[in-house]
C-alpha cells in the first residue's frame, strides 16, 4: 500500500502568515488522485481539495493544492483563526485508499 | 442538502460484532454516480479507510481488516451499514460514514465529502 508522510507534524504560525503543509508518498499516486481535509477538534473531516489541486465546493481560495508524482503541497497563504486544525491528505490512486497521519496547524 | 449521519451502540464486549447504520437524507443513496464509505479514527489518532459501497452491490474494502469487515446497502430506507466482527480493543474509535466520489464516471472509490458527525464506539467488557 501506499504510505503518505505528512510534515511537519506540527506547525506554528502567527494569523497572517502562510503555511505550508507537505505531504510526500512512497510511490507515485496515478493520475494525482491526492485530496487534503481539514479537521477540527470533535469535528468530521472536511474535504479541502481533490485531485491534487482542485477546491472542494465553499472553500475559501487561500486554500490551493499543487505538486505530482510523490510530492504534494497545501498550502494556506494567508492563515485565518479558523484555520488552525489538523490536515490530513489521502491518496484514492490504488487501493487500499490511505491517509497521512496529519499536520497540526497551532497558533503560535 | 446532503447529510449523513451514523448510528449503533456506543459500546460493544471484545470478541462480538459491531453493527452501524449511516442514513442518507437529501439525495438517494440509488445514485450511479457515488459510492458511500465507511472511515474510522482512533482516539488521538489519524484516520483509516473501512470500506466503500456502490448502490449496485460493488464493495471495496481495507485488506487490514482481514475480511472482518462487510458494507451493505438498503435503497429503500437510503441507508448503508457496516458490520464488523471479532472485535478487540483497536477497534475503539470514531467511526465516520461519508459520500465516496470516484474520479470519473465508473471509477473506483475516490474522495470523501460530505462526512457524517462520527459516532464513537468504545470496545471493552
Known amino acids: 500500500e501506499i504510505v503518505l508522510t505528512q510534515s511537519p507534524g506540527t506547525l506554528s504560525l502567527s494569523p497572517g502568515e502562510r503555511a505550508t503543509l507537505s505531504c510526500r508518498a512512497s510511490?507515485?499516486?496515478?493520475?494525482?488522485?491526492l485530496a487534503w481535509y481539514q479537521q477540527k477538534p470533535g469535528q468530521a473531516p472536511r474535504l479541502l481539495i481533490y485531485?491534487?489541486?482542485s477546491r472542494a465546493t465553499g472553500i475559501p481560495d487561500r486554500f490551493s493544492g499543487s505538486g505530482s508524482g510523490t510530492d504534494f503541497t497545501l498550502t494556506i497563504s494567508r492563515l485565518e483563526p479558523e484555520d488552525f486544525a489538523v490536515y490530513y491528505c489521502?491518496?484514492?490512486?490504488?487501493?487500499?485508499?490511505?491517509f497521512g497521519r496529519g499536520t497540526k496547524v497551532e497558533i503560535k | 442538502q446532503l447529510q449523513l449521519q451514523e448510528s449503533g451502540p456506543g459500546l460493544v464486549k471484545p470478541s462480538e460484532t459491531l453493527s452501524l447504520t449511516c442514513t442518507v437524507s437529501?439525495?438517494?443513496?440509488?445514485?450511479?454516480?457515488?459510492?458511500w464509505g465507511w472511515i474510522r479514527q482512533p482516539p488521538g489518532k489519524g484516520l483509516e479507510w473501512i470500506g466503500s459501497?456502490?448502490?449496485?452491490?460493488?464493495?471495496y474494502y481495507n485488506p487490514s481488516l482481514k475480511s472482518r469487515g462487510t458494507i451493505s446497502i438498503d435503497t429503500s430506507k437510503n441507508q448503508f451499514s457496516l458490520k464488523l466482527t471479532s472485535l478487540t480493543a483497536a477497534d475503539t474509535a470514531v467511526y465516520y460514514c461519508?459520500?465516496?466520489?470516484?474520479?470519473?464516471?465508473?471509477?473506483?472509490?475516490?474522495?470523501?465529502?460530505?462526512w457524517g458527525q462520527g459516532t464513537l464506539v468504545a470496545v471493552s467488557s
Open positions: 437529501g439525495r438517494s443513496i440509488s445514485s450511479r454516480s457515488f459510492y
Open positions: 510511490q507515485s499516486i496515478s493520475s494525482n488522485y
Open positions: 459501497i456502490h448502490y449496485s452491490g460493488k464493495s
Open positions: 485531485g491534487a489541486f
Open positions: 461519508a459520500r465516496d466520489r470516484p474520479p470519473y464516471d465508473h471509477g473506483d472509490p475516490g474522495w470523501l465529502d460530505p
Open positions: 489521502q491518496q484514492y490512486g490504488s487501493s487500499p485508499r490511505t
